[in-house]
């Protein structure tokens, strides 16, 4: 799956831009959980049956909310990766 098409997918079930505070607190939540995971060293790729409480868990939740926050400011990721890639390779001398 694309990243805009992750996008996409989120907006069509989870869209509410009079709630963007939310989104943020949440994501917040999700980086700390994630933090968490780390923490505890759960690494690699679970199956369903372990994914409860693993860092590939919390780094999906994480973009999740990055998802659904650049739906309610109408912001396309893959565009702003193509820009950021540019600027990032005269700053960085890739
Ligand atoms: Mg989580």
Redesign the pocket.
């Known amino acids: 799956m694309k990243l805009s098409e992750l996008q996409s997918h989120i907006k069509e079930f989870d869209y509410a831009p009079e709630h963007s505070e939310h989104y943020f607190l949440k994501l917040i939540e999700?980086v700390g959980?994630l933090a968490e995971s780390i923490r505890a060293g759960k690494g690699g790729q679970p199956d369903l049956a372990a994914l409860k409480g693993t860092i590939a868990?919390?780094l999906y939740?994480v973009l999740y909310y990055v998802c659904a926050l650049a739906n309610i400011y109408d912001v396309n990721l893959e565009k702003t990766h193509e820009l950021k890639e540019v600027l990032n390779k005269a700053k960085y001398n890739r």
Do not use: P, R, V, Y
Request: proline letters at 0%; glycine letters at 0%.
């Open positions: 999700e959980e868990e919390e939740d």
